[in-house]
């Protein structure tokens, strides 16, 4: 099991950038493929970016692709999400979720994740 906590989130101006992390307890944190998710008020929950357990797959929804860069540092049990050039409809609640896999494929879908955090919120003004 692994208990997620992310940070980082905040408001900022259109065209400026913003770094989340979530940090994972636990030792196992090597063999998840890592994900980040968004929602917005009355909408579902997005896919953003995802990656696997080694860091060397990633997959990004087509919306953040060429702006977001996810990675991972699995020594220090975090991932990332580097946010550049945000838009106001970035805005969302941002999620770090875990899915014990070791593959080489990311898993899009919220539903294929077992463990989510708590959530910060990403507030772009225009």
């Known amino acids: 099991q692994v208990q997620l906590v992310e940070s980082g989130g905040g408001l900022v101006q259109a065209g400026g950038s913003l770094r989340l992390s979530c940090a994972a307890s636990g030792r196992t944190f090597s063999s998840y493929t890592m994900g980040w998710f968004r929602q917005a008020p009355g909408k579902e929950r997005e896919f953003v970016a995802g990656?696997?357990?080694?860091?060397?797959?990633?997959l990004y929804a087509d919306s953040v692709k060429g702006r977001f860069t996810i990675s991972r540092d699995n020594a220090k049990l975090t991932v990332y999400l580097q946010m550049n050039s945000l838009k106001p409809e970035d805005t969302a609640v941002y999620y770090c979720?875990?899915?014990?896999?070791?593959?080489?494929?990311?898993?899009?879908?919220?539903?294929?994740?077992?463990?989510w955090g708590q959530g910060t919120q990403v507030t772009v003004s225009s």
């Open positions: 990656v696997t357990w080694s860091g060397g797959s990633t």
């Open positions: 979720a875990a899915k014990p896999y070791r593959g080489t494929v990311v898993a899009p879908r919220p539903y294929e994740y077992d463990y």
